[in-house]
């Protein structure tokens, strides 16, 4: 029911209030014109306690308003805080402490109670209903490691709408944390508990998503006729919905009356309507039916390039399934309004979703998937579905924007765009005041006292570089110090953004005439620039849109797409872990759309502001539609993985082509060329940048890394400061900000001439360094993988994945080496040694990896199977599902290093652990070249379960070879580690869990704005997870996520990781074991290391020797070693 505020008149629909309040209401006009009127500033008051400006002429009738007044009950305690707040205090976090020592979670939770319980009944005064979560902070001692550390344990967000719920609401909060804290106790941590510091409540409005009166349904939707939508005019739509599923219509089945009504079908006791999620439970119990509700989202169709619908969820999913079940639809409308609708065929509902084939399909009811077979599905209910709607390509032939046709599920290089060298690109740094904070949070303990101590971080100055990649002249500096450095900086780029587009990018440029040269070879081209396929009589001349110059001959569909990038990156070093928190909180001034690559829900990858450059027709819409460049901001860190002044290091001076044009004197250059050294902490007020000189060594203490400074580096401190003539501590700060900005522009100017010209890709384009190398070594060696399309060999791979082997396998070691000066004569010699593989992981990136053509094996084709008839190099590879037992007579010998670990819970412990064992394996899923090796070496195959067939080649010993052998050919540290890198961040990108991947949105506003949700609106949904408040304005939710797309090839790194243990395996027993026997035993072992403890006369001369088993490319040839 929806009530007008002005005429007390009640309307059923909220679209029929609004109208009344346009035209209708007599009352009304009066007041909207006041409420429309724009009123000075001047003459506004605002309001502490409802954080809103009022017109003075209203001031007094809000002053007797029931908001003012529920505001003004709220009275602040003592020992209570507020530390956050958005949307008028919507979200809000309390802090709450105490001076007294208490060391019991309960004990701490009952001090507290009074006052937990008085922020609930006020927050309830002001919005009826909250999400509420709590978490309790503690100060830590490990004596073993002599650390101090701080320690949270916090709850689940819980929904409260009256204050008879609060005290079970804490118990059970109560509850919650105090298992968190003896399970972080008992995990043999080390910890000790010094002081619980303060608890924190987070509580957000809560306006629940309510499901009532009828919502149409989307066209291609009711297509399917999969959906029955009653047309109820009530509240109960959930219960119509219902009978719906029990009843067939007496009618037509969209309408109340063709069934029998509700009430007298349903027992609906205790249960409020519209119904919510939440008490769907309730429901099921009362009525002995089980109930899964799906819900219903709009995507963009990138191969269509339409608007279109899939069904997500499951949002509420039952916990047994009953013989009466009911499969429900809840839709919403702009306006939030939700719906629900009985879904009488899902299978059919959800079949487009998944395939264009027809046949026979076993649909899984939690994850949205289907099987050819009800056996398979069996077993995926039973050991894999995780409740959450699984992505899958499909087999089906579809085109790319290249005019390729190829099988959806084809894995392959086609981001030819990325080639392009990204024309503008800025570089960019911050400098902060580090002001300490003390909230009176002092831990004592029998010895002594501790502070925990945080500083706040206030930006006083920034820097950029805005780098044009084919006009040098066009590049610029910017550098601000001043109180408000962080809004600037956004301001400064927006406006440089704006600039840059209405300078070059708004109208491209016509091409210049081409060369005679030019022309003659465009004429005899016969491969495309772009793609270096054939060019089959569809050729034109390709040239940039910004310069006018002919860049090569293209296919006509590889031109059209060979675009400009429409973003301009923002590279700063270490952007992800701290600089993007200075500024990010300023980037929503004007409700621009800011999109997020996030970690978690505060570390992000990657973020890009949407900045309103232009308007344009579209021709399709006959609308005027918004043009927009974005700011792109990514960490320089995510790429290369070192402080500024390691990689500074590796330049050599011609190298640093941007700092030379800013200091060409010789002197000025080689004190700036290198990273300098800055007084952080010493920096705690503005009134500090204004000293005269520079403070005394001790000074530049850095509490962050917790090291002084060199003498030398403090001399060569005091040497800029008088060089470069610095007046106050401020300029001193200005030279090493700019010293800073272009060493980074330096660093990764050159590593893009590296990708450019090693892998004709730019890392302009990219967030991370493992994505430029995956699609360097798609495009190097031509790969296409197949991405699988049955869920069943998804889990079979996803939970089979073991990383390397890292465990200590005995406590105390001490050697007798007789080449160390406590040598003990009259004992054996013992040696403890230190043995790395060297390049574990490239060597198994070199070996038959799988590309494609996975089926499984039939039961016939399994029992005919024998591994040991395929080599390593067959094109045919296999992973198995086994049985293996463990003779009992191998256990002595193989107890230092057993083969086959697992992954699983030690007791004790919440955390999975890959641990070594000499139990027999049960199902365990192995690589045909580790099984062999396992039974090699003793182990009894029992059963073979399941097998997958794959063809394979040594496709990925191309890239790897190529990069190890530019690593050695390399003339500088910078690219030899750039070509290392290369090679490693494959590996990782082979393994990546696309289940760890969050979904968190950076909102601005409150409610929702046309299309885009609000914060209301996300808080709301039942898959809300948690938040961050950056400002008033801007909050990062993080949600729950509702389905997942499994686009990578896990079979790939699956492989290599059972690959790589063969030589660990092999070398272990094959070459030490055979060598030394009983002699030798295993103290660690990580991945590919062991420290060993071997008993032999001279272990040197052993390993010269068996030289051909020991890498000694690092050592000086005819090298005189003494301990031969």
């Known amino acids: 029911m929806f009530i007008c505020p002005s005429c007390k008149k009640n309307f059923t629909r909220k679209d029929n209030l609004s109208r009344h309040l346009k035209s209708a209401c007599n009352k009304s006009s009066f007041l909207n014109r006041w409420l429309t009127t724009s009123t000075p500033e001047e003459k506004k008051k605002y309001c502490e306690e409802c954080k809103e400006s009022i017109s003075q002429n209203l001031w007094f009738g809000h002053l007797r308003s029931n ?62 209903c909250l999400k509420i979560n709590m978490e309790l902070f503690g100060y830590y001692y490990n004596p073993s490691t002599d650390n101090h550390d701080v320690k949270s344990f916090n709850t689940p967000f819980k929904v409260i709408c009256n204050s008879a719920e609060t005290k079970d609401l804490i118990e059970e909060f109560v509850t919650v944390i105090d298992n968190k804290a003896d399970e972080f106790a008992e995990k043999d941590s080390g910890w000790i508990l010094l002081n619980f510091i303060h608890l924190e409540i987070n509580i957000n409005k809560f306006n629940p998503l309510r499901a009532s009166s009828f919502i149409e349904l989307p066209p291609e939707i009711v297509r399917r006729q999969a959906v029955v939508n009653i047309r109820n005019n009530d509240d109960y739509c959930f219960a119509w919905s219902i009978v719906a599923a029990l009843h067939p219509p007496t009618g037509v089945d969209f309408v109340t009356s063709s069934y029998p009504h509700y009430s007298t079908v349903l027992n609906t006791a205790g249960i409020d309507f519209p119904i919510t999620l939440k008490n769907i439970k309730k429901f099921e119990n009362q009525n002995n039916i089980s109930i899964n509700v799906y819900g219903l989202e709009k995507y963009y169709n990138k191969i269509s390039k339409n608007e279109e619908y899939e069904i997500i969820g499951p949002l509420h999913f039952t916990n047994a399934k009953k013989n009466i079940h009911v499969n429900l639809l809840l839709i919403n409308d702009d306006d939030g309004n939700l719906h629900y609708c009985y879904i009488s065929d899902l299978s059919k509902l959800i079949s487009k979703q998944l395939s264009k084939h027809n046949g026979r399909k076993y649909l899984c009811e939690g994850c949205l998937q289907y099987f050819d077979t009800e056996q398979k599905l069996q077993y995926h209910n039973s050991y894999d579905c995780d409740h959450v709607k699984i992505n899958l390509p499909s087999k089906e032939l579809v085109k790319d924007k290249y005019g390729n046709v190829a099988y959806e599920n084809i894995l392959k290089y086609t981001n030819y765009q990325k080639q392009m060298e990204v024309p503008f690109v800025i570089y960019a740094d911050f400098e902060c005041i580090l002001k300490p904070l003390n909230n009176n949070e002092n831990v004592e303990d029998p010895n002594s006292s501790y ?12 820097a950029y570089y805005v780098k044009c990649s084919f006009d040098d002249t066009y590049s610029k500096f910017e550098k601000y110090r001043g109180l408000d450095s962080e809004k600037v900086f956004i301001n400064s780029l927006e406006q440089d953004a704006l600039n840059l587009y209405q300078t070059f990018l708004k109208t491209p440029k016509k091409m210049n005439t081409l060369t005679e040269l ?50 301009i990156p923002v590279i700063m070093h270490n952007l992800r872990n701290y600089d993007s928190h200075l500024f990010l909180k300023n980037m929503c001034s004007n409700k621009e759309q800011i999109s997020v690559i996030p970690q978690n829900k505060e570390k992000y990858i990657s973020f890009e502001k949407h900045i309103h450059v232009d308007n344009y027709f579209d021709k399709h819409t006959r609308n005027l539609k918004k043009k927009n460049l974005s700011l792109r901001f990514i960490d320089s860190f995510q790429f290369l993985s070192f402080s500024l002044s390691k990689l500074s290091d590796t330049l050599k001076d011609e190298q640093c082509i941007e700092i030379r044009k800013f200091f060409n004197d010789e002197e000025h250059f080689k004190l700036i060329r290198q990273k300098g050294v800055f007084p952080y902490n010493y920096i705690d007020s503005f009134e500090k940048l204004e000293e005269k000189f520079l403070p005394e060594k001790d000074e530049f203490f850095n509490s962050l890394t917790d090291e002084h400074i060199s003498d030398e580096e403090y001399e060569r401190a005091l040497k800029v ?140 084709e399994i029992k005919d199977l024998d591994i040991f008839s395929f080599s390593n190099t067959s094109s045919k590879g296999y992973v198995l599902e086994v049985d293996l037992e463990y003779p009992e007579h ?16 030690p007791p004790n412990s919440k955390s999975t652990k890959l641990i070594p064992n000499l139990y027999n394996k049960s199902k365990y899923v192995i690589h045909y070249q580790f099984l062999k090796q396992c039974l ?158 071997i008993t032999t006369n001279n272990v040197y001369h052993d390993m010269h020797k068996n030289i051909h088993k020991f890498d000694t490319s690092n050592y000086l040839p005819n090298i005189h070693m003494r301990c031969l």
């Open 721 to 860: 400061w008088k060089l470069f003539e610095c007046e106050c501590i401020g300029h001193y700060s200005d030279i090493y900000l700019l010293s800073d900005t272009m060493l980074l522009a330096d660093i990764f100017e050159n590593f893009r001439k590296t990708c450019l010209s090693t892998y004709k890709l730019d890392p302009a384009h990219f967030y991370t360094f493992p994505g430029l190398s995956w699609e360097a070594c798609l495009r190097f060696t031509g790969i296409e993988l197949e991405l699988l399309i049955d869920p069943d060999m998804i889990h079979f791979f996803k939970n089979s994945v073991r990383g390397g082997v890292s465990s200590c396998i005995t406590r105390k070691s001490e050697a007798n080496n007789p080449f160390l000066s406590k040598f003990d004569a009259t004992k054996p010699n013992k040696y403890i040694m230190y043995y790395d593989a060297t390049n574990l992981y490239g060597f198994a990136m070199s070996q038959y990896l799988p590309t494609g053509d996975f089926v499984w094996l039939s039961e016939k």
């Open 936 to 1093: 090699q070496n003793g182990l009894k195959l029992t059963k073979i379960h399941r097998v997958i067939q794959f063809s394979q080649s040594a496709w990925l010993k191309k890239f790897i070879d190529l990069n190890t052998k530019l690593r050695n050919e390399s003339k500088n540290e910078f690219d030899r580690h750039t070509f290392k890198l290369a090679n490693n961040s494959i590996y990782g990108k082979t393994m990546e869990n696309v289940d760890r991947r969050v979904d968190v949105r950076l909102v601005t506003e409150w409610e929702k704005n046309k299309r885009k949700d609000g914060a209301e609106n996300l808080i709301a949904k039942p898959y809300f997870k948690d938040l961050t408040v950056f400002s008033e304005n801007l909050v990062a939710i993080q949600m729950q996520k509702i389905s997942i797309t499994y686009n990578k090839p896990i079979y790939v790194g699956f492989s290599i990781l059972d690959i790589s243990k063969t030589v660990m395996y092999d070398f272990f027993y094959n070459f030490l074991k055979p060598l030394y026997k009983d002699n030798v035993a295993l103290l660690y072992t990580d991945t590919d290391s062991f420290i060993l403890e």
């Open 67 to 128: 908001t003012h007044k529920n505001n003004s009950k709220i009275i602040e305690q003592p020992g209570v805080q507020i530390i956050k707040s958005a949307f008028k205090e919507r979200i809000i976090t309390y802090r709450l402490s105490m001076e007294e020592m208490i060391l019991n979670v309960k004990n701490y939770f009952i001090k507290l109670e009074k006052k937990i319980l008085r922020i609930f009944e006020d927050q309830l005064r002001k919005h009826t």
């Open 518 to 567: 030019e022309q003659t070879t465009h004429n005899n081209a016969t491969k495309c620039h772009i793609c270096d396929k054939p060019l089959l009589g569809d050729k034109v001349a390709d040239y940039c849109h910004i310069t006018g110059n002919y860049r090569g001959p293209a296919h006509s569909l590889c031109n059209i797409n060979y675009k400009i990038p429409n973003f």
């Open 451 to 462: 502070t925990v101590k945080n500083f706040e971080h206030i930006p006083y100055s920034f």
């Open 890 to 905: 191998l256990h002595d010998y193989h107890n230092d290093f057993p083969f086959c670990p697992e992954n699983y819970k």
